[in-house]
């Protein structure tokens, strides 16, 4: 089996493979604060619920943007799987043809690999974490670059802390824009109006790539459903995207195809 591990700034989600089929995945918080042990016992927890074997597995690929978390990360895979991590990067370097020099992210370059691997190009990838990213790809599979916002549930954070007087919601859509107290006035403008900026950055990376209609979007991300089932510009909602990206990376490195 291979165990995939995408690391970000709040989740870290763990996959396992057999060949090209998921069998199982599961998610722990980004915790810099808890010990190798403890999430080397957290993953065992899940192996030991579901009959699986840590035994079992032949390798783990690491892609993180939480530098933070690797010391710990990389410390319990070699404790207690007794496997030393690819990490995208340092052992394995996705190449995505560019015009400008600079560096993705690994979760969005893993991304890209796996949205190219899958679908018909041209694409826009949306990615709804901490951060909300938004990569576009042509038709030939150059990158044409994206852009960074905070993440929905990151700003309604930051209003809730900075505004003394407004409570934390949840992230529920109304299904009216005019609310009448102070909660659902807050979920309107929080959610649909960062749903409603989110569809006119959709819109204008369509006309600056001049595809038109022929470009699919892509969503993943832990608040893509709460986006995608308030809205109409999200084609193919795929969970498992950047999971599937380090499974294809995996294997082009077997194969001496990508270093």
Avoid: W
Avoid at 60 to 88: D, F, G, H, T
Avoid at 147 to 166: E, H, P, V, W, Y
């Amino acid at each position: 089996m291979l165990l995939t591990i995408d690391v970000g700034n709040s989740n870290m989600v763990f996959g396992l493979f057999e060949g090209n089929q998921l069998v199982g995945s599961f998610r722990l918080m980004s915790d810099s604060g808890r010990t190798s042990d403890e999430l080397g016992f957290s993953v065992c927890d899940y192996f030991n619920r579901f009959n699986l074997k840590v035994q079992d597995v032949d390798d783990v690929i690491i892609s993180s943007v939480a530098p933070r978390m690797m010391n710990i990360l990389n410390a319990a895979m070699v404790k207690y799987l007794n496997k030393k991590p690819l990490v995208i990067y340092e052992d394995i370097h996705p190449v995505i043809p560019c015009e400008v020099s600079g560096q993705l992210g690994a979760d969005r370059a893993v991304s890209c690999i796996a949205a190219m691997e899958k679908y018909d190009m041209p694409l826009i990838i949306l990615d709804f974490g901490t951060a909300t990213t938004i990569d576009a790809l042509s038709k030939e599979g150059n990158y044409l670059g994206g852009c960074i916002l905070a993440g929905l549930r990151t700003s309604n954070d930051a209003l809730f802390k900075q505004a003394a007087m407004l409570p934390q919601i949840e992230l529920v859509a109304p299904d009216t824009v005019l609310g009448l107290d102070t909660i659902t006035q807050i979920q309107i403008g929080s959610i649909l109006g960062y749903i409603g900026g989110m569809k006119y950055l959709v819109e204008r990376t369509k006309e600056e790539m001049g595809c038109g209609d022929e470009v699919k979007v892509i969503g993943e991300g832990g608040l893509v459903h709460l986006v995608a089932g308030n809205s109409n510009f999200i084609d193919i909602v795929d969970d498992n995207l950047i999971l599937d990206g380090l499974r294809i990376l995996y294997e082009r490195f077997k194969k001496g195809e990508q270093r």
